[in-house]
């Protein structure tokens, strides 16, 4: 073990590496004007010398001024959509003489390699861990998928202005097992990673990479890049102190503030869905027209749809008030007893991809203010 | 949500369809007739008592399962769908017109008697009413499938789900909700371009912004949509005009009660009917 240093024009190495021992490589990539998550070929395909400008309810990518493979924050995507598929078939079934069949689904689950997670989204795997494999009842798709999963987590040196992990002990230094795990320096004219192993197959890979033991002064720099991430959050205005937030939310149930913000939320769902450990599904279960087939889908669901609440009469949350303060109040506080931890990782996609930039830091100093009133 | 409507009664023969046209363009019986394959299958389960795009077959009610497509708009077509109401055990509205009011409901805010004079050189030929509204403002309806035109997957789903008697899975949430989970980058967020995705009710599978442009809401409002919150971030932080915001929510759906009254309120008129 140790921290070694891979030379930039090396990166397309690491991918190849991984790719040879039967990985399917998924990471970011430009497209449609964001970094997304979908499949590499090479490291070509990565963002090379983009970044992100973020702020509530906008995201637009930039050309950098360098040639950094990893210098933006979180994207649009989280890497749920590979594990906890957006959309899955889970059983077929057929009518037949003996009365009905039903079949089993045969997937084919690819060995993934994730290229680019950070820190959060260690952190929000891990959650999402906790929800689907953690306990006696496991989904199986996702314990499947989870199962080969190999990860090439990568600290964050420059951090967006919606991020704010920091606040939420969950970055914005990779703290969490990985099989590989890198830093980017750009000092002067020079451009590389630092790279250490966190697993068997991790210290493999690394074995065949065109690498060299770092030096004492390579780390540093590496470490001041992360710390440049981390005061860049603390001299941000999302930075909060995160230690009460159940009780401040369990506190404020009926606070004003919950139908401020429902005049604004258009309970349209897409902060649930770009949440990288928001886990809900919804199973939709059909027939063809003759009745004698039936399928049931798995789908994402979210806490603000009124199907999500539906029982017999009507949705139990009928209005926005109650749908954003539930999601609220999961996130950071109901989750704390159902799993042990926030449901909050900090990564900021809630508040960029707010189409009406509600923030939920915001949420919880108004939330706070309203109560000294 | 997925409400459990009148189901269709068990019979020897086969369940009769009938599907109805009002005042429409007749894109949405195209939906039906573009099933092919499965319009097959379908002619195997029910009897297709009445649908005149595709036979001159016409035969007396009772009807197990009436499609209407089509706004209402002249004396005859309020009196036509009471009576299809009467003969229908489970009556679906099928598509923008029918389910509020289609293009045609541009007449809801201004004088029809204007549009007649400046159209036809024979007015007085013309019998029409003031207004175009859906089916549901003069009889009950049993489910709403709502798209401009509709979409031939839901129709199928609408339908075998009326066969089946279970509820139909077309959920009324946000277009948002099929644009993530087709994993499209979102149009207004990237690239500042208005879309009504946020309020309008999902069905296309959020297909203009996956071809990089806003939706303009075919299938219509969503359940609990937020207009005024929509409205005021498009005109201040997208740059949209109010007249973009008022052709956006009188597009095909303009009769809809949410996107009258938004539409009313943007043009600071009033708003009654
Ligand atoms: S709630 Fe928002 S900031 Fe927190 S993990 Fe989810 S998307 Fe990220
Ligand atoms: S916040 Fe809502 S969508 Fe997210 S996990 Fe909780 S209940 Fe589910
Ligand atoms: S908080 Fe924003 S993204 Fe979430 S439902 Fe409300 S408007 Fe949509
Ligand atoms: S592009 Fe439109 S439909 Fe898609 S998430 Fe954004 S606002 Fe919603």
Redesign the pocket.
């Known amino acids: 073990m140790g921290t070694f240093l891979l030379d930039a024009r090396d990166l397309d190495a690491l991918i190849q590496a991984i790719r040879s021992q039967g990985h399917q490589v998924v990471g970011p990539t430009l497209r449609d004007g964001a970094i997304v998550y979908d499949e590499l070929h090479a490291a070509a395909d990565l963002p090379h010398g983009w970044t992100d400008e973020q702020e509530k309810g906008t995201y637009r990518v930039l050309k950098r001024d360098d040639g950094a493979y990893f210098g933006y924050a979180a994207g649009p995507h989280s890497w749920k959509k590979f594990l906890q598929l957006p959309r899955r078939p889970v059983w077929q079934a057929q009518k037949s003489d003996s009365g009905v069949q039903i079949l089993e689904i045969q997937e084919a689950v690819p060995n993934l390699a994730f290229i680019g997670v950070r820190s959060c989204e260690l952190h929000a795997i891990a959650i999402q861990d906790r929800v689907f494999i953690g306990d006696q009842y496991a989904n199986d798709s996702y314990a499947k998928r989870r199962a080969n999963l190999f990860t090439v987590a990568v600290n964050c040196t420059s951090a967006a202005s919606t991020c704010f992990c920091l606040s939420m002990d969950t970055g914005p230094q990779v703290t969490l097992p990985s099989d590989l795990a890198m830093t980017e320096v750009l000092e002067g004219d020079e451009h590389y990673f630092l790279i250490s192993g966190g697993s068997e197959q991790g210290e493999r890979i690394l074995q065949q990479l065109p690498v060299q033991p770092a030096s004492e002064h390579q780390v540093a720099l590496g470490n001041r890049a992360i710390d440049h991430a981390s005061e860049q959050m603390a001299e941000g205005p999302r930075n909060f102190d995160s230690s009460d937030m159940k009780a401040l939310l369990y506190r404020n149930f009926e606070s004003p503030a919950w139908d401020l913000v429902a005049d ?9 869905m770009a949440c990288p450990t928001c886990f809900c599904s919804t199973v939709e279960d059909s027939t063809d027209l003759s009745g004698e087939h039936a399928e049931r889908w798995e789908r994402w669901d979210s806490c ?1 749809t009124g199907d999500f609440s539906y029982i017999t009469g009507g949705s139990v949350r009928a209005d926005t008030r109650s749908r ?1 303060r539930q ?1 609220m109040t999961h996130k950071l506080a109901t989750w704390q007893d159902q799993f042990g931890s926030s449901g909050c990782v900090g990564c900021g996609r ?1 508040i960029a ?4 930039g ?1 923030d939920i830091t915001e949420e919880v100093t108004r939330i706070r203010e309203m109560e000294k009133q | 949500m997925v409400q459990h409507s009148r189901t269709i009664e068990t019979a020897e023969t086969k369940p009769k369809l009938a599907v109805w046209k009002f005042t429409s363009c007749d894109g949405c019986q195209l939906s039906l007739l573009d099933c092919e394959d499965e319009l097959l299958q379908l002619a195997e389960q029910v009897e297709i008592a009445n649908f005149m795009e595709a036979s001159s077959v016409q035969l007396p009610g009772p009807y197990d399962l009436s499609l209407v497509e089509g706004s209402i708009t002249t004396p005859e077509e309020e009196r036509r769908i009471r009576e299809i109401r009467a003969q229908s055990r489970v009556l679906v509205t099928i598509g923008a017109c029918a389910t509020s009011g289609g293009i045609q409901a541009l007449r809801n805010f201004a004088e029809v008697d204007d549009f007649i004079a400046a159209v036809y050189a024979h007015p007085e030929y013309i019998d029409t009413l003031k207004t175009s509204t859906p089916a549901s403002a003069h009889v009950a309806v049993d489910f709403e499938l709502h798209g401009c035109p509709i979409n031939k997957r839901q129709l199928l789903e609408v339908i075998s789900a009326f066969l089946h008697r279970r509820p139909p899975q077309i959920p009324a949430h946000s277009v ?1 909700i099929e644009c993530k989970l087709r994993g499209n980058v979102c149009v207004w967020v990237a690239h500042g371009t208005p879309c009504m995705g ?1 309020v309008t009710h999902a069905g296309c599978g959020a297909i203009c912004p996956a071809y990089n442009r806003g939706c303009y809401a075919c299938y219509g409002p969503k359940e609990n949509p937020n207009t005024d919150s929509l409205c005021h971030w498009w005109q201040q932080e997208l740059g949209a005009e109010k007249a973009t915001v008022i052709e956006n929510l009188r597009n095909f759906n303009s009769a809809a009660p949410i996107f009258d009254v938004a539409s009313r309120r943007q043009e600071g008129g009033d708003d009654q009917d």
Do not use: K
């Open positions: 604004r939320c258009l309970s349209c769902a897409n902060c649930t603000f954003y999601w809630c991809w707010c189409p009406v509600i | 948002c946020p």
